[in-house]
């Protein structure tokens, strides 16, 4: 089990940027597949991108070429750069993590959750 915390969460323009960080305990983080989703108000929860092993990525479409997840070791932590950012961009952004496998879409894949950091875009 790993105990996951996200920051970075705030208010942007549209078209701005946002950079967020999900902070890991445990000492085997590389070995986690580690995986974003959000969820706005009154919506299911929303798969945004997931990355295991050293590099591997795969996005949704609504983010594809906007989002790019990256992760650091060494600092047990993984990062979602949000670029060029939308209105419908806004929902709670959650960090999820499952040991020893490769990232899926499916929230019900993944063991542990963070609380949560709220973004927010303006029009």
């Known amino acids: 089990q790993v105990h996951l915390v996200e920051s970075g969460g705030g208010l942007v323009q549209a078209g701005g940027s946002l950079r967020l960080s999900c902070a890991a305990s445990?000492?085997?983080?590389?070995?986690?597949?580690m995986a974003w989703f959000r969820q706005a108000p009154g919506k299911e929860r929303e798969f945004v991108g997931t990355?295991?092993?050293?590099?591997?990525?795969y996005y949704a479409d609504s983010v594809k070429g906007r989002f790019t997840i990256s992760r650091d070791n060494a600092k047990n932590t993984v990062y979602l750069q949000m670029n060029r950012v939308k209105p419908e961009d806004t929902a709670l952004y959650y960090c999820?993590?499952?040991?020893?496998?490769?990232?899926?879409?499916?929230?019900?894949?993944?063991?542990?959750w963070g609380q949560g950091t709220q973004v927010t875009v303006s029009s």
């Open positions: 990355i295991w092993s050293a590099d591997s990525t």
């Open positions: 445990g000492r085997t983080f590389s070995n986690y597949a």
């Open positions: 999820a993590a499952r040991a020893g496998t490769v990232g899926n879409t499916d929230p019900s894949w993944y063991h542990d």
